[in-house]
Nanobody, 120 residues
Framework: QVQLVASGGGLVQAGGSLRLSCAAS????????MGWFRQIPGKEREFVAA?????????YYADSVKGRFTISRDNAKNTVYLQMNSLKPEDTAVYYC????????????WGQGTQVTVSS
């Protein structure tokens, strides 16, 4: 099992920034990709960004966040970060971190959500 603990959400004005963190513990060797997803009440959970644990640390982003969000990782701390800049009201959602193998929307491990609210 892999346990994920997300933190860093909050309330910010449009144009502002927030950084989310996701700390992994347990059998972290069993996963090679960590990602962030978000969900608005009544809507499907959507992919935001992902990063692999390879030496290259390949990153993937949803078109809606490219150029504004940056995913990074600290392997020594088993922690993944999501730096969110130029936030927009439409970024308001509950953000979840997830872990698994490869790029997927069906990761086996999920953290608790953290609320991000962007006011206009």
């Amino acid at each position: 099992q892999v346990q994920l603990v997300a933190s860093g959400g909050g309330l910010v004005q449009a144009g502002g920034s927030l950084r989310l963190s996701c700390a992994a513990s347990g059998r972290t060797f069993s996963v090679n990709t960590m990602g962030w997803f978000r969900q608005i009440p009544g809507k499907e959970r959507e992919f935001v960004a992902a990063i692999t644990s390879s030496s290259s640390g390949s990153t993937y982003y949803a078109d809606s966040v490219k150029g504004r969000f940056t995913i990074s990782r600290d392997n020594a701390k088993n922690t993944v970060y999501l730096q969110m800049n130029s936030l927009k009201p439409e970024d308001t959602a509950v953000y979840y971190c997830a872990a698994g193998r490869g790029i997927s929307i069906n990761y086996p491990y999920w953290g608790q959500g953290t609320q991000v609210t962007v006011s206009s």
